[in-house]
């Protein structure tokens, strides 16, 4: 792989975020934040296509940017989990840019509604086990919920406490999000 510093900074600040992709040799991928991703899927695309990532330099300021941006928005539509956008920037390295017919050359390629929603549909929910109202949490999720005043055991307990927007749960199913629980899962309760 070619050094991702090989990237030229259009000042001091794109400078320091650029040798922050380095990180990604030495920090564990679920521990990944937006700019790790971006250097992620730069890395990707120089292993595929022998040439960096062009930035768009639109802003002076690399968090405001338009591939921060867009890494921002594919945490929204797709997952905060960085295990998760990893595994989806390989699968579209893997079976969509190989079939392409022309080069991508923006990062938004990676937000594509149809990727992402068969993505989601065909991958994340196909590795994920189904869960009911009986299935229990994991006792990271449970561990939450020690010291409130709710009993929480299985998913129907969670998905009942999270419908009804218990008062005094705001911060744990904060945690919870900011963890990687997937809310979506609990719309598989019934």
């Known amino acids: 792989m070619q ?11 794109y400078k320091k975020f650029f040798d922050k992709f380095e990180e990604i040799n030495t920090i564990p991928k679920k521990d990944w934040k937006v700019n790790h991703i971006l250097s992620y899927f730069c890395k990707k695309y120089y292993e595929h296509y022998k040439v960096n990532y062009k930035f768009k330099f639109n802003v002076p300021q690399p968090s405001k ?12 539509n797709l997952s905060k989990d960085p295990l998760i956008l990893v595994d989806y920037i390989d ?7 190989k079939e392409a017919k022309r ?15 068969y993505y989601k549909l ?7 086990e189904t869960v009911g109202r009986t299935t229990k949490l994991q006792d990271k999720w449970l ?5 409130t005043d709710y009993f929480v055991e299985t998913y129907g307990d969670l998905a009942f406490l999270y419908k009804a927007n218990t008062k005094g749960l705001s911060e744990t199913f904060a945690k919870m999000a ?3 629980f997937d809310f979506e899962l609990l719309t598989q309760v019934v």
């Open 103 to 117: 080069k991508i050359t923006s990062i938004s390629y990676l937000t594509n509604e149809d990727n992402l929603k």
């Open 143 to 147: 561990s939450l919920f020690d010291g």
């Open 65 to 76: 940017c338009f591939e921060v941006f867009q890494v921002k928005r594919l945490g929204e």
């Open 91 to 97: 699968w579209i390295f893997s079976y969509k840019i």
């Open 3 to 13: 050094e991702i510093s090989f990237y030229s900074p259009i000042n001091d600040f």
């Open 178 to 180: 900011e963890m990687g």
């Open 122 to 128: 065909n991958v994340v929910f196909s590795k994920q």
